[in-house]
């Protein structure tokens, strides 16, 4: 019998546009030590899809069809990513050593983690996070 979802697959994964995969595959890899999984290419010699492992989670990123715009080129947020690491300092003094362009510098947040933001080249969020401490939900202060 087939197994749904395959094996070292979740039910959810995150698929994320990019006009060059191939640069965001490397770029990922090196500034926030995500883990090649798979690399389909194209037949123009890039990447058609790709696939990248976040601690256990799959990420798949490809090209889009041709009026496609990255974040950076429309100049808007349209969507992050938050992954938990064992470690976020080391994590963010890596990224920061990579070149990673920091959104949010690292602090600890009200919610019980410690996290930073980061925006990648071509203008995709990420947020890095280790859960520090449990918050009750009522311990949380009102946002507006």
């Known amino acids: 019998m087939v197994q749904n979802p395959p094996e070292g697959y979740t ?18 890899t090196n500034a926030f ?9 194209s037949e123009d010699g890039g990447v ?3 696939e990248l492992d976040a ?10 069809r041709a009026d496609y715009k990255n974040p950076r080129n429309l100049g808007a947020t349209t969507c992050s990513m938050y992954i938990y690491v ?15 362009t920091i959104e949010r510098e690292l602090e600890d947040q009200v ?10 080249p071509e203008g995709h969020v990420w947020y890095f996070s280790t859960h520090v401490r449990d918050v009750a939900p009522e311990e949380m202060p009102a946002t507006t």
């Open 48 to 50: 058609m899809h790709g």
């Open 55 to 64: 601690g256990g989670c799959v990420i798949m990123l490809g090209r889009p």
């Open 33 to 41: 030590g995500l883990i090649e999984k798979l690399r389909v290419p």
């Open 11 to 28: 039910r959810v994964s995150p698929y994320l546009y990019y006009e060059d995969p191939a640069a965001a595959m490397d770029w990922l």
């Open 111 to 120: 919610y019980g983690d410690r996290q930073y933001g980061a925006v990648d």
């Open 86 to 100: 064992d470690d976020v300092d080391a994590h963010y003094a890596g990224a920061k050593a990579a070149g990673a």
